[in-house]
């Protein structure tokens, strides 16, 4: 790969004096001199070894005039295509971790209880276990340090008044840019960063900002930088109300943000760190307890200096909040706070303590809630937090008592210190629970926290108790333990859909959580099962992790497991697909605001569905291919009742295809008014179907494609009941209103569509319940007499066709249909089935199959743009006849305003210098065409105050 910098000559045109591109600390050994003429130095980068490496460019023209050197990280290798979500981030606390030198270590006397003071963790050792390969086997690629800037000397009370601890921890700053020696040195730290850079692992800092140590130099020589607040959480100082000025201990000054010389300060010794030694990220401490701006103050400069080259430097936050009750409207104020440091030059991510506290504390942990639980507010974390946003689930961390000893529950998790009770080595039970809550973590969205020796259940109680030094003798069910994190952390290295796809439940019950993550094309199944052996029917067909075992199309589950599946790399040949050439394009105007909600569409026969961006191709396209089969059941290319098709068409029916109920709630209401009216006046024909209820080939009692249904009642309720009134019209006396009160044991009808409001009301249900010889008995308070007879021809068509007639199939679905297979709704409903005969509805089940790459014979053919002025809203194949609208003609140039040649002294920014009146900036492109990286480096100038041209 070459990489070429070009230089853009300032205002004036005066060439480059001195300066260019320096690696790392060196000049780089390809680089001689700069070619005058085409104003550029090419780079040969294939001589550097796979990693991280960065160049310093800097310049300086025959005028004197100097550009701030450009700083541009890069990676070589495979970490080229790394992005966050790629990241298992590993926290260590760097003193607790592996004793590598002991040279450093700290033999001061010390007052601290026994467990909170130093034990001799360092650099060298952290070192030593990346050589190791211990991190790579792990499947870890990002490791998150604890402070590792000078600590207060000594010790201090802790919280409980009685016990004292050190600085061991890192967060008592007490040096703004020195290195805490009992850590290492800076040596020591650069060859723990290089090494890391060089297996591929990146390095977070901890970066303290919300208070330092009353030693801090900061706090004697400017007192002015900080609050003179109450102690956080003592009397009329609540740790909420007073966030932003309370001290956490009175040892701790808590720093003012607003304060600018302390703002600048602060982010100019962020940045030192993040610079000197070549680190990729920082997680920002107790955010909500600064300043809110001073987060995107930290963000935005952090990006300027270090993303302008397309590196992303990682920013995490730690916004501590809580999990509030069962409702998602409980916790919107949980989830705004956290947001609210995130998105556009704001933090990439935060610990997402929302979903700890719902789903560790009440789930993985205690067992105290079942998995429906554990799914929904894991879907949560999906849909409350900012577009684009990097979370970071965990089930540990050092601030709370460990998995394991809270999983036991021996009584003993909340205790701290050596005279008390402590955990000890927990049962298999809290091991069975660590596996669930592991495979959990590393199956789900987001970049996964991993606190040191959760990976193997160490034990421990509340801090400090949790910050036991790390113990690598492991046998037995630790050693099993890690064994099983290890394998599962490599298979979501290589498994691009466990670490970027899109979470979608496929069931959930008591103990048992089945979901999708899904990539594109790229798809795997996980499965938690914290119950007895289960069996399924499954829609995959390789297990990649676990015991489990496949037979046909069932999956025996062991007790207690999990397990991850794939489809195989070479898929089984469509033998039943629809021939009908399906193409995604974008939803047409015709529906008016819905298209900017549901941007993508399918054509089946000129009906339409409508999908969100986020709902995978593959279910739009499965489910326009069952509409297909419904609609053309002999894979023809033609439709089997035109005149269904054409009523459908003309009522502008369509499918609405969200990605869960949750997100059509959240377009519902943003919806103008407009669009209600419209619907009133029939403008639109729409039906809902979820893509978390779509399951492709489910006929089983727990897994059932809901397509096969909800796409079935737009054909019925608009196609045929307007096609064909007498036979199919949703109203009392047509044929099968007449078949449908026989099967529900009389003619049960609302009064008032008002009955229909509860789902206790009257609505059109028996007044004293159905009787014994009804074999039809939906019981829903809100559905009204047409939209039982949708249902009923749902249940009566899908039985005809086998799609009921699973064994467990039959016994779930019998409180509200009793014939589940062909034979017996003959016998039982022969007035249906006659209905069903002398139509035009299928004669088969749809399977959702597509065969794109076989069209049928009788394709329409035409435009399918729908900017065109010739769109055909009924063509299934595009036949490049589209003709485009005239552009509309460009505006004439409004003239240039005046050039302002003042400027306000206060808008100079921190280069202006008063002596020279002058200033250069600098500006970066980093492109990768065909393996060259082209920078652009420009130095730009503005004198005496005017602007320069150019």
């Known amino acids: 790969m070459l990489a070429r910098i070009l230089l853009h000559s300032g205002s004036d045109g005066s060439s480059l004096s001195t300066g260019g591109p320096q690696l790392n600390s060196g000049f780089y050994p390809g680089i001689t001199t700069f070619n005058q003429t085409t104003e550029a130095w090419d780079i040969d980068l294939s001589v550097l070894p796979e990693g991280k490496h960065t160049f310093h460019v800097s310049g300086v023209d025959d005028d004197g ?27 260590v606390m760097t003193d607790r971790f592996v004793n590598g030198n002991t040279s450093n270590d700290d033999n001061s006397s010390s007052t601290a209880a026994t467990g909170a003071g130093w034990q001799g963790g360092d650099f060298a050792g952290i070192t030593e276990m990346i050589d190791s390969g211990y991190f790579t086997n792990l499947g870890v690629n990002a490791l998150w340090l604890t402070p590792f800037n000078s600590a207060a000397q000594g010790s201090e009370m802790a919280g409980d008044g009685v016990h004292e601890v050190s600085g061991y921890h890192g967060y008592w700053p007490t040096a703004p840019r020195s290195v805490d020696s009992r850590l290492g040195s800076e040596a020591e730290l650069e060859a723990m960063v290089t090494s890391a850079h060089e297996h591929g692992i990146r390095v977070m800092m901890d970066f303290v900002v919300n208070h330092v140590h009353e030693d801090h130099p900061y706090y004697s020589q400017n007192p002015e930088w900080f609050n003179q607040g109450c102690l956080c959480g003592s009397t009329d100082c609540d740790w909420n109300e007073h966030r932003l000025d309370c001290l956490f201990r009175d040892y701790m000054p808590d720093l003012d943000w607003k304060n600018r010389d302390a703002s600048e300060q602060m982010i100019a010794d962020g940045m030192w760190w993040l610079e000197r030694f070549d680190l990729d990220g ?152 660590a596996r669930q809550a592991i495979g959990w973590l590393l199956t789900t969205p987001g970049a996964p926290i991993l606190y040191m020796g959760d990976e193997s259940g160490q034990p421990g109680g509340a801090d400090p108790d949790n910050r036991r030094m790390m113990d690598f003798n492991l046998s037995g069910q630790g050693l099993e333990l890690l064994n099983f994190t290890s394998e599962l952390a490599q298979l979501r ?208 009692a727990n897994t059932f494609d809901a397509t096969l249904e909800e796409v079935l009642h737009l054909i019925t309720q608009v196609g045929y009941a307007t096609a064909y009134p007498d036979d199919f019209a949703e109203a009392p006396g047509s044929t099968l209103a007449i078949a449908m009160d026989g099967a529900r044991g009389g003619h049960y009808e609302e009064n008032d569509i008002d009955d229909c409001e ?18 039809y008995h939906y019981d829903d308070g809100t559905c009204d007499y047409s939209c039982m007879a949708t249902e009923y021809l749902y249940w009566a068509l899908t039985t005809h066709l086998g799609a009921q007639s699973d064994s467990g199939r039959c016994y779930w679905i019998s409180e509200e249909w009793e014939p589940c297979t062909r034979e017996q709704l003959a016998q039982t409903d022969p007035a249906i089935v006659s209905l069903i005969e002398s139509s035009t509805l299928a004669r088969s089940l749809p399977s959702g199959g597509h065969c794109p790459d076989n069209p049928g014979d009788n394709d329409i053919q035409g435009c399918m743009n729908v900017n065109a002025t010739n769109y055909n809203q009924n063509a299934t194949v595009d036949d490049g006849s589209c003709i485009m609208p005239e552009p509309e003609p460009e505006p004439e140039p409004e003239p240039e305003p005046e050039e302002n040649t003042e400027l306000d002294p206060d808008s100079k920014g921190e280069n202006y210098s008063s002596e020279s009146s002058s200033f250069t900036a600098i500006r970066i492109i980093l492109l990768l065409i065909l393996g060259l990286m082209i920078i652009h480096f420009a130095i730009n100038k503005m004198r005496g105050g005017g602007l320069g041209e150019g």
């Open 65 to 91: 005039f100097a550009a701030e050197d450009l700083l541009i990280p890069f990676w070589l290798g495979p970490q080229q295509d790394f992005i966050w979500e790629d990241a298992l981030i590993y926290m």
């Open 282 to 433: 920082a997680r920002l401490d107790a955010v909500k307890h600064v300043d809110d701006l001073a987060v995107y103050n930290f963000a935005s400069r952090i990006e300027q200096r270090f993303e302008s080259g397309g590196v992303d430097y990682y920013l995490k936050g730690e916004t501590a909040m809580g999990w509030v009750g069962h409702e998602l409207a409980d916790n919107l104020g949980e989830y705004a706070t956290i947001n609210s440091y995130m998105g556009e030059h704001g933090l990439d991510g935060q610990a997402d303590f929302v979903l700890y506290h719902a789903v560790v504390d009440n789930v993985l942990a205690s067992g105290n809630m079942d998995y429906q639980h554990l799914d929904y507010w894991t879907n949560r974390s999906q849909d409350q937090y900012v577009e684009g946003a990097v979370m970071n689930p965990f089930i540990g961390s050092h601030d709370t008592p460990r998995f394991i000893s809270r999983a036991e529950d021996s009584g003993t998790q909340w205790n701290q210190w050596v005279e008390q009770d402590r955990p000890g080595n927990p049962p298999t039970e809290a091991y069975d629970k």
């Open 493 to 700: 290295l290589e498994n691009v859909a466990l670490r970027r796809g899109a979470y979608s439940t496929y069931h959930v019950s008591e103990n048992l959580l089945v979901f999708e993550m899904t990539l594109g094309d790229d798809s795997n199944m996980v499965v938690l099962n914290r119950g007895n052996v289960e069996q399924w029917e499954i829609p995959y067909d390789e297990v990649i992790f676990g015991d489990a075992t496949l037979f046909d199309d069932a999956l025996a589950i062991s007790a207690n497991s999990v397990t991850v599946l794939r489809h195989s790399s070479v898929p089984p040949p469509l033998t039943d697909c629809v021939t009908l050439n399906l193409s995604i394009i974008s939803t047409p105007e015709i529906y008016d605001s819905l298209t900017e909600h549901f941007p993508k569409a399918i054509s089946v026969f000129g009906v339409h569905l409508l999908a969100t961006s986020g709902v995978n191709d593959e279910t739009l396209l499965h489910a326009a291919a069952v509409m297909a089969g419904y609609l053309d059941d002999d894979s023809d290319g033609i439709a089997n009742d035109p005149a269904v098709v054409q009523a459908m068409a003309d009522a502008n029916a369509a499918m609405v295809i969200p990605r869960t109920q949750y997100e059509l709630d959240m377009i519902i209401e943003q919806l103008p008014e407009s669009f209600y009216v419209k619907m009133d006046e029939g403008e639109f024909a729409l039906q809902d179907l979820y893509e978390d209820e779509i399951h492709p080939g489910g006929r089983s």
């Open 758 to 775: 509860e789902e206790e009301g009257p609505c059109a249900l028996p007044t004293g319940g159905y009787s014994e010889s009804s074999w």
